[in-house]
């Protein structure tokens, strides 16, 4: 059977799809067969940062509806043949995905995948209970702010009562934390949460850091995972990340304020 991973947030913005992305093609990259599912109907970004928008023929809710099948509407990524995507409806309400029907979808991947992804809509709304329900395991994905932390605190509290494993009364979902476009710079002036602040406030495993980066923006905008941009911080930091799900020890990179060397130190003064 699949592991089940939800990628959710309280709040909009904080880079969930991109977390998406990146963690499934990782998973993908290193051999496991990996589907990642858009569970943001109405609105429909993964497939633009897979890169495979013009692919798009049937969705999500076009399954559920019995309107195509899974083989119908998976995409499969071009780089990796081990990763598919199951894009989002755009034309459709929130309100098409049913528990008995994502239930059904999920039930299917897991007989031919190893792990199913889930990008969550942001907050509590239909989607993202959707999204969650199912869920093994929870990568709660937060900016190093007190209000984006403070809303994914009340998601942990949904994670802990409304999925189906706590109406099951099942061992807990498994929840990790990823803390996203952080800056030491801005944390050493006190504009920004540091890493031990956002722990000890949410109690969460530290499954990776993502520092602040031009390379995921350029990255979306060319349709591709920025964990394959192995020459930037962010990309390599999601590849630490999946390997930590993984169950490597992997230190964490990109978390002090880089020293400049004296050459930098000394245009700095000029």
């Keep these: 059977m699949a592991r089940i991973i939800v990628i959710t947030s309280g709040k909009g913005g904080v880079g969930k799809t991109t977390t998406a992305a990146a963690f499934a093609m990782g998973l993908a990259q290193r051999g496991h067969k990996t589907a990642v599912i858009d569970f943001d109907v109405g609105l429909r970004n993964l497939d633009l940062i897979m890169g495979c928008e013009r692919r798009v023929v049937y969705d999500f809710v076009n399954v559920i509806n019995g309107e195509a099948n899974l083989n119908q509407a998976l995409i499969r990524d071009k780089r990796c043949d081990q990763l598919h995507i199951l894009p ?8 098409a995905l049913t528990k008995e029907g994502v239930g059904a979808v999920v039930g299917e991947l897991s007989k031919s995948f190893d792990y199913i992804v889930c990008d ?12 969650m329900y199912y869920a093994d395991d929870a990568i709660v994905v937060t900016n190093p702010e007190v209000s984006s932390v403070r809303d994914s605190d009340r998601m942990l509290g949904i994670l802990s009562s409304k999925s189906r494993r706590a109406e099951n009364n099942e061992d807990p979902v498994h929840e990790y934390l990823l803390l996203t476009r952080y800056a030491p710079e801005r944390v050493v002036r006190g504009e920004m949460l540091s890493v031990e602040d956002v722990q000890e406030i949410l109690s969460m495993e530290l499954l990776g850091v993502v520092p602040e980066s031009q390379a995921v923006l350029n990255a979306s905008n060319a349709g591709t995972p920025v964990v394959l941009d192995r020459n930037s911080q962010a990309g390599q930091s999601y590849a630490d990340m999946v390997s930590r799900y993984l169950g490597e020890k992997v230190a964490h990179r990109f978390l002090e304020v880089e020293k400049k060397g004296f050459l930098g130190r000394l245009f700095m003064r000029g």
């Design 120 to 131: 969550s809509p942001a907050g509590i709304e239909h989607g993202a209970m959707m999204a």
């Design 88 to 95: 989002a409806s755009q034309t459709r309400d929130k309100d």
